[in-house]
């Protein structure tokens, strides 16, 4: 019988402690003898990054990256567990966020395709959704509101995940 894996993907807002709990879950497991493989959340090139961060565009190469890495990577195949900073699910709440005007049917198509992948019965898909309130994100980083996520941001994006 096939080795059947367990992703399990860390969903939230930005700063919210995915990679955090993410790395400390590896740590955790692994001490339980469990091989793991961490997939980190997508920056892309620089450039592109940071003229984009805001787009569609970044999300669905978030997803897209995500896929690479645990379709080639040698160690996704070797190992009982394999964490995700920011994956596919993340992709489609911010989708959501969007909008359906925002972003092109061809790249929801794509990133469904990829939720339905991970649904395959050779796959365990957990979602870990890591919620935070802006005020203690602000509070934590010691940065004003808007410079991390604005308010009605974070709201529409909670309700996002919450409606996922």
């Not at 955790?28 to 003898?33: F, I, K, V, Y």
Request: neutral net charge; hydrophobic residues 45%; glycine residues 6%.
């Amino acid at each position: 019988m096939a080795r059947i894996a367990t992703i399990i993907e860390f969903a939230g807002i930005p700063y919210a402690g995915k990679t955090s709990l993410l790395l400390a879950l590896g740590i955790r497991l692994e001490n339980l003898g469990r091989r793991v493989c961490k997939i980190q959340e997508y920056r892309g090139a620089d450039e592109f990054f940071e003229r984009r961060k805001l787009s569609p565009d970044v999300n669905l190469a978030r997803s897209l990256s995500f896929l690479g890495n645990l379709i080639e990577d040698p160690d996704t195949a070797r190992s009982d567990v394999i964490l995700c900073d920011r994956g596919v699910f993340d992709t489609q709440c911010w989708f959501n966020w969007f909008g359906e005007a925002q972003v092109p049917a061809s790249y929801r198509a794509l990133n469904r395709a990829a939720i339905d992948l991970l649904l395959e019965p050779r796959y365990r898909y957990v979602i870990v959704l890591v919620e935070r309130s802006i005020e203690d994100v602000v509070r934590m980083h010691g940065a004003r509101a808007g410079t991390i996520v604005n308010g009605p941001t974070l709201v529409a994006l909670q309700r996002s995940y919450a409606e996922e």
